[in-house]
């Protein structure tokens, strides 16, 4: 009930706040890992891998319930997450106390890392400068209908977010570059937009 998961245009959390409680439909996840770390009187520490969508404070309580004891969350902490780990962090005090720009650049990883899990593509000098125009354009390989793509001009520049539309790649997040890419004399080998 406390999720912001919405029944009848409210999320769930309102509700309940409210007072209010309503049927939830269940919903499938996968747990890969539950490791047991700690057990202390009642207080049971655990590691647990999951799919995204599981709700941590439910699978407490559906354990509880199993167990006829009931059971709660106590303290809850993400350590990671779209593949990235809680290892590869550094605290804002430790940032902070870096001598210059240059450290602190070091240890800022590039935006497109965060889009790791999504395919990549790869434009043509040509078709990068009409992607960055606002245009669709042809590319191979495509995300699957409908899907997502971190986009690239050759030679590895991050352009940004492009998603697979009608068989062309079209842009929907692009990075603010201070370069545009150059459209190059060769416009027969382009891959100029549809349409």
């Known amino acids: 009930m406390y999720s912001a998961i919405k029944q009848d245009g409210q999320p769930l959390y309102k509700l309940a706040r ?41 699978l407490a309580h559906d354990l509880g319930e199993l167990l006829g004891c009931g059971a709660h969350v106590a303290d809850l902490r993400r350590t990671a997450m779209g593949g990235f780990s809680v290892d590869e962090t550094i605290s804002l005090e430790a940032f902070a106390a870096l001598p210059g720009q240059p450290e602190r650049a070091a240890c800022l990883i590039p935006a497109d890392q965060a889009l790791r899990s999504l395919p990549q593509v790869v434009l043509s000098a040509n078709a990068a400068f009409y992607f960055c125009q606002g245009q669709a354009v042809s590319a191979r390989p ?50 100029p937009p549809r349409g």
């Open 18 to 58: 409210a007072g209010i409680v309503t049927e939830r439909a269940p919903r499938p996840v996968t747990v890969y890992e539950f490791t047991v770390i700690d057990l202390v009187g009642q207080s049971l520490t655990v590691d647990i891998s999951c799919s995204k969508g599981t709700y941590v404070r439910s």
């Open 142 to 191: 495509l995300p699957a209908a409908g899907g997502w793509a971190r986009v690239y001009q050759d030679g590895g520049r991050f352009l940004g977010l492009g998603v697979e539309e009608d068989g062309q790649l079209a842009p929907r997040r692009l990075l603010h570059a201070t370069e545009e890419p150059e459209m190059t004399q060769k416009t027969v080998e382009a891959d």
